[in-house]
């Protein structure tokens, strides 16, 4: 089943397939999500790469052009494209004869906490396609944070990775230097711990709903930007 699932993501040109067993997760998982999203044993969790043609630009987000080709193709046209991609993985799937539920990309269904139904970059973690860095964003081995993830939740018998890979943000602080309002804490990530042990996340609501006043397109992206991981040289 792994097998033919990967066959039919990497033809709609996606970067990152993981599968997580999530029966140990269900607490974190029903936070959220509630009822909707009890009693699936796995999440299949798919990426796809944010261009660094865009993603490059970032610190000239003030340009119109900048901060329209990261808001477009940098984020809802990616998210359109996962969410699209979740719908016909969510059909092969029941077709075979298994419960599934496709997670919306990046929509949030608690707006004071700014949280989705389930965190796509937790159930990436325990695919196995990174870990949480102190931006509290999901770190690929080659793209770094430049990636939009999407969850599909199922009982299809999957082969699930092993450990979530360790945090290797060690000493650096280039994501919380970077922040413009600080809000990023600087605290490693801990599997289950509340995001707002390691974000101010009104400073960051903030200061978008104050460039949502001031410019066409609101974009930020500079905890993305600035982490090493996935910057090429
Ligand atoms: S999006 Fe910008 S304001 Fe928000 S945490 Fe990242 S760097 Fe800070
Ligand atoms: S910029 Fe540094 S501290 Fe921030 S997430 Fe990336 S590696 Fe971790």
Not at 103 to 131: C, F, Q, Y
Not at 137 to 154: N, Q, W
Not at 175 to 188: F, M, S, T
Request: aromatic share 8%; charged share 25%; glycine share 6%.
């Amino acid at each position: 089943m792994n097998k033919k699932i990967t066959r039919l993501l990497k033809s709609y040109f996606v970067d990152y397939i993981g599968f997580a067993d999530l029966r140990s997760h269900q607490d974190e998982l029903t936070e959220y999500g509630g009822d909707i999203v009890k009693g699936y044993d796995s999440g299949i969790s798919i990426g796809i790469a944010i261009p660094d043609s865009i993603a490059d630009h970032l610190p000239r987000r003030s340009d119109v052009n900048v901060s329209c080709e990261y808001r477009i193709h940098g984020y809802e046209v990616l998210n359109q494209r996962l969410n699209l991609i979740a719908s016909f993985l969510s059909s092969y799937l029941n077709q075979k004869g298994f419960r599934s539920l496709p997670i919306a990309a990046a929509d949030r269904t608690d707006e004071e906490n700014a949280m989705p139904t389930v965190s796509h970059k937790t159930i990436a973690h325990i695919a196995g396609l990174g870990w949480i860095g102190k931006n509290c964003l999901l770190i690929t081995k080659e793209h770094g944070p430049r990636v939009r993830f999407i969850s599909i939740l199922t009982n299809a018998p999957l082969k699930t990775a092993d450990n979530p890979p360790a945090q290797q943000c060690h000493d650096c602080e280039e994501c919380i230097k970077a922040c413009p309002v600080k809000a990023i804490k600087g605290k490693n990530f801990v599997l289950g711990e509340n995001r707002e042990a390691r974000l101010d996340f009104l400073k960051c609501q903030n200061y978008f709903k104050q460039m949502e006043k001031d410019r066409e397109y609101a974009v930020c992206g500079m905890c993305l930007y600035s982490c090493p991981h996935g910057k090429k040289p």
